[in-house]
């Protein structure tokens, strides 16, 4: 099926930059929504941002208010989120996921997950 491994993560000061990847294996469907998520410790997961792999239309959160960018190289089979101005409370472990049908924001809708990589925001 579909395998998905996220990278780019790591320590940052206040106001920094992160880009997150994922890389994703196996058969890859046009019809795919990807999705970025993230998971704070003792919170539930939450939405951050998707993607359409055919057409590249995105959906944002509220809360990411301009600072997040994701976007697709469908030649790489890799999506990306870039991260401006971080923040203390972006502190998280992001997740990948991907889905074969329209893009949604519920964390249940999607079928394929990655393993996380550890965002760490200082101030």
């Known amino acids: 099926q579909v395998q998905l491994v996220e990278s780019g993560g790591g320590l940052v000061q206040a106001g920094g930059s992160l880009r997150l990847s994922c890389a994703a294996s196996?058969?890859?469907?046009?019809?795919?929504?990807m999705g970025w998520f993230r998971q704070a410790p003792g919170k539930e997961r939450v939405f951050v941002a998707t993607?359409?792999?055919?057409?590249?239309?995105?959906y944002y959160a509220d809360w990411v208010k301009g600072r997040f960018t994701i976007s697709r190289d469908n030649a790489k089979n890799t999506v990306y989120l870039q991260m401006n101005s971080l923040k203390p409370d972006d502190t998280a472990v992001y997740y990948c996921?991907?889905?074969?049908?329209?893009?949604?924001?519920?964390?249940?809708?999607?079928?394929?997950w990655g393993q996380g990589t550890q965002v760490t925001v200082s101030s």
């Open positions: 996921a991907g889905r074969p049908g329209p893009q949604v924001v519920e964390t249940r809708a999607y079928d394929y």
């Open positions: 196996g058969r890859i469907f046009s019809s795919n929504a």
């Open positions: 993607i359409s792999w055919n057409r590249g239309n995105t």
